[in-house]
């Protein structure tokens, strides 16, 4: 089966025999792109976390199938070393991460819960940011989730007052 | 020898001819079941047959009495603390769809069916008895406003119902297990109790 779908808002295609194959398979081994992460394979620990149009998807559980024209965003694609996403910026100011294998999933994770709670409570956190870290990064996490919301504050209000 | 064999064969024929005659069954001993008792009998027979599929766990778990789905043949609570959320799709950026699609997954075996999500608070039917399954079933102010027809059409095409008879597996790679029932004879029985008038048995 032949799958077109943009990552990272680049246009992809690959050619899959098998068209249940974990897009999680397919970033990693055929697109090369490592940083989203494989745990439990079950949905379970939300290590493989990305974005399908917006949305958090567990990739080890979303067949490839699905993904024919689609928009998906890796933690590749969230932002760049130079201009990092409010996400991405907040965490290397906790220095969230020990080990860091499951820190991908976790802030695509909240990129999503950011979309659709510019400011989540602690409450809407617990709630929504479910990932499994080994390490019990949870308390650094917490702290940056309410700081990317900051940022993310401050960059649109700093946009709409610059346009 | 054959003489008297023939004479007694004769003899006994005729002892059960006069036998028949005079003693058979009286019409009397047959109890007369009018029509409307035999659809009645109909009815209550495609009630239990539909309710035994009803009432397995592929159904209710997701029409869970608290706002928890359930999960597996042992109805657990949902692993993660997931609950039905506003919309009964979960939480905000953490919903049924983060995990579960429109089709089972072979390999993680978490479940998928199109429109998957929790049934409407108000259609609770966990702990509930058969009957008052049925009760809230075709009440519309429980049942999500639908009329007879269109609960038929749920519990007879919802693909997320007739999901329940291909649940694939489980994390474990195990079948997950089917109703009781198989899917033609659940159809043809919730198909019969409509059109016998969707009679709940008394209690
Ligand atoms: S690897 Fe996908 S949820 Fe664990
Ligand atoms: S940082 Fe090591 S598992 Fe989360």
């Known amino acids: 089966m032949k799958i077109s779908m943009h990552v990272n808002d680049k246009l992809h295609s690959v050619d899959i025999y098998d068209e249940n194959t974990p897009l999680l398979w397919v970033v990693r081994d055929i697109l090369d792109l490592k940083g989203t992460k494989f745990g439990c394979g079950k949905?379970?620990?939300?290590?493989?976390?990305?974005?399908?149009?917006?949305?958090?998807?567990?990739?080890?559980?979303?067949?490839?199938?699905?993904?024919?024209?689609?928009?998906?965003?890796?933690?590749?694609?969230?932002?760049?070393?130079?201009?990092p996403h409010p996400v991405q910026q907040?965490?290397?100011?906790?220095?969230?991460?020990?080990?860091?294998?499951?820190?991908?999933?976790?802030?695509?994770?909240?990129?999503?819960?950011?979309?659709?709670?510019?400011?989540?409570?602690?409450?809407?956190?617990?709630?929504?940011?479910?990932?499994?870290?080994?390490?019990?990064?949870?308390y650094r996490m917490r702290k940056a989730i309410h700081r990317a919301a900051e940022l993310n504050a401050s960059e649109a209000s700093s946009t709409t007052q610059n346009s | 020898m054959k003489t008297r064999t023939l004479y007694t064969f004769c003899v006994l024929l005729l002892v059960g001819i006069v036998f028949a005659a005079t003693k058979g069954p009286l019409t009397t001993t047959y109890l007369h079941i009018s029509e409307t008792d035999q659809s009645e009998e109909a009815s209550d027979i495609a009630f239990d047959k539909m309710m035994d599929v009803l009432t397995h766990q592929r159904c209710v778990n997701c029409h869970p009495n608290d706002h928890i789905p359930k999960q597996g043949d042992d109805s657990h609570p949902h692993y993660f603390d997931v609950v039905r959320g506003d919309a009964n799709l979960g939480y905000q950026a953490t919903n049924c769809n983060t995990c579960h699609q429109s089709q089972n997954n072979p390999y993680s075996g978490v479940p998928g069916a199109p429109e998957w999500s929790l049934a409407p608070h108000s259609m609770r039917w966990e702990g509930l008895n058969r009957i008052e399954i049925a009760e809230s079933m075709m009440d519309p102010k429980r049942n999500g406003g639908r009329t007879p027809e269109e609960t038929l059409h749920h519990l007879t095409e919802h693909e997320l119902v007739l999901w329940a008879w291909e649940p694939g597996v489980n994390a474990d790679g195990i079948p997950r297990e089917l109703p009781p029932v198989s899917k033609e004879e659940y159809i043809k029985a919730v198909k019969t109790w409509f059109k016998e008038g969707h009679r709940i048995p008394t209690k």
Not at chain 1, 52 to 71: L, Q
Not at chain 1, 100 to 109: I, K, L, S, V
């Open chain 1, 43 to 83: 949905a379970a620990c939300g290590a493989c976390t990305l974005l399908v149009d917006g949305e958090a998807v567990r990739s080890c559980s979303y067949a490839v199938k699905f993904a024919n024209g689609k928009h998906i965003t890796t933690i590749e694609g969230l932002g760049t070393k130079e201009d």
């Open chain 1, 90 to 138: 907040a965490w290397i100011e906790e220095v969230v991460p020990q080990c860091g294998y499951c820190q991908p999933g976790f802030m695509m994770a909240t990129a999503a819960l950011l979309n659709k709670v510019p400011n989540p409570t602690d409450d809407d956190i617990d709630k929504n940011i479910i990932n499994v870290c080994r390490c019990g990064t949870y």
